[in-house]
């Protein structure tokens, strides 16, 4: 049950009402163009159904980081074309979002109009959370829609602080991205499965502390796995690994046993003398039988049908970061081979899964398999603060709302 405000709870004719939907802009663009408009697609729905209802909609967001000054290279306006584009409606452009030029902007436009306000940041109040910026931006509207889940771990004034001036609404993004945390790690069905990959064990290893208290099977892959290895003996040549973080992850192993969470690491590996695409030296090994002057780039096949085992035992998987060094072939080969058995398992209809991170989108486009897990979250430091399972400020904004 959602301890949130959504899109229902709104008056159902809005019209000439304003608003302000705080959405995430931050599109990496090449010149004019957007190259990845992802964000951008994720917010049409909230967007359009607000428009139909007759709101007057303004977007609400950062981009970049021009640090409290106004800079014409990181101004929204750049967005105006690409926004009206992909919602096929009348997009304008509204040069502050605060203050009496945005007031009357704003007066002149129509029911079912789209309004693009100028970047939050330039005012150095957004990242400081100052009440002042905040209150001046709520005048604009008459209600507050948070449809960036991908900004809620900041407390910043357009997430957090404009939500004790407007009574305050999650979008259908952020509405859909909860619903399937919650399911994930919230009240999960049981046996859960997490897959945590990524080069280092030193920025996941409050995830991991985390994970083991919450989850029955933990699977440590990428770069990360080679410090467990070390950790149980296993001399891992010359493959990254941060062998001061070994008392780290034996403290790991003991939480996961007081937790009753197993830790799987893999026990066959592919390795090669060089990190380049099908080099020469490549082969497949037991973890035991890797040679001083060889790295180990990803986990092996026998691993990766005990892992596929491991996920037809569960309801539910949360995945974050890479098996291997997926970016070069053939190491890419147990992250696909596992995200395709994930999702077989999710279209039969006997697993949820739930992934994020930017890693993990770029490895399951690669694998072919976005379309067909539960969920996959396009947020990166905000997921991964929800695996910290810390409290995001602009979600638990909503739920005080």
């Known amino acids: 049950m959602a301890s949130f405000k959504t899109l229902d709870d709104l008056p159902e004719d809005l019209t000439g009402k304003r608003v302000i939907v705080r959405v995430d802009l931050n599109v990496p663009m090449d010149g004019a163009k957007v190259t990845d408009d992802t964000r951008l697609r994720a917010m049409l729905p909230t967007v359009l159904e607000l428009s139909d209802r007759g709101a007057v909609v303004l977007l609400l967001s950062h981009f970049g980081r021009p640090k409290g000054e106004k800079r014409p290279d990181m101004s929204t306006a750049q967005l105006v074309l690409p926004i009206h584009r992909l919602a096929g409606r009348s997009v304008r452009f509204i040069e502050d979002c605060r203050g009496p030029e945005a007031e009357r902007a704003i007066e002149t436009m129509l029911p079912g109009n789209i309004g693009v306000l100028e970047n939050t940041r330039f005012h150095p109040g957004e990242e400081k959370n100052d009440p002042e910026l905040a209150k001046t931006m709520a005048a604009l509207g008459d209600y507050y829609v948070d449809d960036a889940f991908s900004a809620?771990?900041?407390?910043?004034?357009?997430?957090?602080?404009?939500?004790h001036y407007l009574p305050s609404f999650a979008g259908r993004a952020m509405e859909a991205e909860l619903n399937a945390l919650e399911r994930a790690l919230g009240s999960p069905e049981r046996p859960?499965?997490?897959v945590v990959g990524g080069a280092k064990v030193s920025t996941k290893l409050a995830v991991l502390g985390h994970l083991v208290g919450k989850v029955d099977h933990l699977v440590i892959g990428g770069g990360m796995a080679n410090t467990f290895l070390a950790a149980r003996g296993v001399d891992v040549g010359k493959s990254l690994c941060e062998h001061d973080l070994t008392g780290e992850a034996n403290g790991i192993f003991e939480q996961a046993e007081q937790a009753g969470c197993t830790i799987h690491l893999p026990y066959d590996v592919v390795v090669a003398k060089e990190f380049a695409p099908d080099p020469p030296s490549v082969r497949t090994c037991n973890v035991h039988e890797v040679a001083p002057d060889e790295m180990i780039l990803d986990i092996g096949p026998a691993a990766v049908e005990a892992l596929a085992d491991v996920l037809k035992t569960c309801k539910t998987l949360v995945w974050n970061g890479p098996l291997g060094a997926f970016e070069v072939p053939p190491f890419d080969a147990a992250t696909v081979a596992l995200a395709r058995t994930a999702a077989a398992l999710t279209k039969e209809g006997s697993l949820i899964s739930v992934a994020g991170g930017g890693d993990t989108v770029a490895a399951l486009n690669h694998a072919g398999v976005t379309?067909?897990?539960?969920?996959v979250s396009t947020a990166g430091g905000a997921f991964l603060e929800w695996m910290e399972g810390r409290t995001l400020p602009g979600v638990a904004a909503l739920e005080r709302a």
């Open 152 to 163: 809620a771990h900041r407390a910043h004034a357009s997430t957090e602080g404009i939500t």
């Open 192 to 194: 859960v499965a997490a």
């Open 371 to 375: 379309q067909d897990f539960t969920f």
